[in-house]
């Protein structure tokens, strides 16, 4: 089992930068893909960034080139780092863990609510 936990939510304005926080226990991060999704009102939960065991990172088009994904090992923690944010980039963020057994994304956060003001 993992248990992850979201924390670095807030208001910021357009422009401004802002850093997501996913602490994990029962499991090592580094043996698992990890990703951070989001869920904007009347939408549908996208898959934003994800870094594999090799680490090798993945961004949804929309945030390529502002959005960052890494991951401390010792701290077993995964970040999202968040520059130039945009009105649109308004929603819950979700960390998530892959399941070794599934291979799909099976373990998740309470989620963090990211607002951008313009």
């Known amino acids: 089992q993992v248990q992850l936990v979201e924390s670095g939510g807030g208001l910021v304005q357009a422009g401004g930068s802002l850093r997501l926080s996913c602490a994990a226990s029962?499991?090592?991060?580094?043996?698992?893909?990890m990703g951070w999704y989001r869920q904007a009102p009347g939408k549908q939960r996208e898959l934003v960034a994800s870094i594999s065991k090799s680490d090798t990172t993945n961004y949804a088009d929309s945030v390529k080139g502002r959005f960052t994904i890494s991951r401390d090992y010792i701290k077993n923690t995964v970040y999202l780092q968040m520059n130039t944010v945009k009105p649109e980039d308004t929603a819950i963020y979700y960390c998530?863990?892959?399941?070794?057994?599934?291979?799909?994304?099976?373990?998740w956060g309470q989620g963090t609510q990211v607002t951008v003001s313009s």
């Open positions: 998530a863990a892959v399941s070794r057994v599934t291979g799909q994304y099976a373990y």
């Open positions: 029962g499991s090592a991060i580094s043996t698992r893909t």
